[in-house]
């Protein structure tokens, strides 16, 4: 807490002229001061960017030879990436990574949260141990999953023993075409579930025990009123989660690129990592600016519609 | 409420809701844990098969973790002498010396600067930012924070091609204040959002009171409303904090050599012939240690938080 010492302090050290102008600052003033350096830092750090971006996405600059002369291409370089068949390549894996992650994670979240609000001893401990894992770095979490899943030494493949005898060396999660796609499902679901969970539990923790009473008297089955009263009063909550899921997801670079690299082949190229390679491995920096807008839109589009939706759900 | 309520989960099903979160909590756990006990193994019981849960600790992961080692010839190494140390020990047994320290310990020290700079930085504008959203008329208000929270679906690599040539201009690149900037950028968006939230259920009587007693502005807002939102000041630094500690892509883009975190470090440690999976173990235990610690302390604020920030709006 703020003492009276401190204030006279600082009242003290202060010209008695600044201190008066300072003190006497008009509320307009005092907005101003307040809002304008993280207007000013939001500006420069995403905005002038952006609009760079936009900028460079029109022309072929290449970060690597900055002597060569900068042509103004048009629309050059959108044409050739929505041509390019390595682009929608990354798109379906994006597609199949979106889907798998927010379905396993919405039905165990879910699932988490609802017997969780069943608030048997100790849950809120074992919430927070279940939230561990998205506190933590996806990067080094993610490095350390690649030994997880080694052929025959890795536990993953211990386990996948232990439950179906498979031999644990004959097969490697992120060195098959077949199996990577899902060994980042699986450790994206891993990490972000117990998210989806938190904000399905503040939804169940939302419906005022009123309604289920209600329905109690009304001699309404169980099952009735999971349906008719638990799922439409947590849908809102539910269609957050998902949005949140799907923005972290459609943007989804360091855990991946850590556990798989994109590979084998292009198997697990999301588009954030192909955009990393074209940007900083290429150096075709126009090229990869255009693709950057093109993903920014598509997010920004999806979104928007999406929230739409969410708010006529909510309205309801 | 009366002592029963006829909504109240039995207690068969408290029983069955129990086992299977108890049971969902220890196999997501089981990587963790994990990653804790091959720190503490040596490199053939890291990776014996079938993988090891009992065995003797031993400290080589973290002796090779902080130390870079050279294999010496046999003739060599008998001129040394006896080794002095236990680490030096640890070492002759793979006929190596040590030559130096490693560079985790600058990593990591990056990692605390950067991490605690850029909270500051963010919960500092944060807070006036949404005191002044929350109690003044801003012209565009809406529009303002709006902007501001759009700037969190960019995807970072979408960002970071001008950001790296807008640096590399500045002479900001591979700089702490550099990522300071960047991180305090990227985490504004969220404290703004939550800190207005914590300080708009602050009663604007409190303030009005205190101005009626002589208080200036500057005054009420760092005499009435700053103690009033401190909890919720200190769970936002916790939130941007634990997203500049873990934040990879930009330091694996823009920091190489200097100013790089731990993150985009840790993957890259090898040892003599392959992954040194103990050391980089390790590494991992040392950096996400904190992190779990804090979350089990703070877990009433932390998880009011993640589910504030996302469910108001």
Redesign the interface.
Known sequence: ??SDPV?HRVAAATPPRLAHR????S??T??????A???F??L???????I??IR?SLTNFR?NRPNNEVEFVGIENYRRILTDEDTWTSLQATAHFLIWTILLQVL?GFA?AY??N????????????????M???????G???T??Y?P????FN?FVQFLTGAD?ASFSMIGEVRLAPWSIVIVDT?MWTP?VM??C???LRSIP?SL??AA?CDRASKWRQFWTITIPMALP?LM??VL?RG?EN??M??LVV?LTGGGPGSTTLL??ID??RE??EKWR?GY??AY??I??VT??GL?SIYVKALNKVKDR | MSSYSITEPSVRQKWIAGILVVGYAILTLIPLIWIIATGFKTPSDAIAYPPKVLFSPSLEGYVNLFTSRTRLAPEDLAALGEPTTWYDRIVRGYDMVITGPSRYGERFMNSVVIGFGSTFLSVFLGTIAAYAFSRFKVPLKDDLLFFILSTRMMPPIAVAIPIFLMYRELGLNDTQLGMILLYTAVNLSLSVWLLKGFIDEIPVEYEEAALIDGYTRFQAFYKVVLPQAATGIASTAIFCLIFAWNEYAFAALLTSGTAQTAPPFIPTIIGAGGKDWPAVAAGATLFLVPIMVFTILLRKHLLRGITFGAVRK
Do not use: C, H
């Open positions: 807490m703020m204030v300072i003190r006497g600052l509320d307009r005092i907005a101003w001061l307040f809002v350096p993280t207007i830092l939001l420069a750090v995403n905005i002038f960017p952006l760079w971006t460079l970060t165990i988490l017997l969780i069943k608030k048997f001893r100790g849950n809120d401990l074992w919430t927070t141990l279940i939230v561990l894992p506190m933590l770095s996806p990067a080094v979490v490095n350390f999953w030994f997880l080694q025959q030494i890795g536990l211990y644990p891993w998210f938190l904000i539990l503040a939804g025990a289920y009473e109690e909550f957050l989660a949140f923005i459609f943007k670079f360091d850590q588009t954030s955009l990393k940007a900083f920096t990869a600016s950057a807008v993903l920014f997010v920004f979104a």
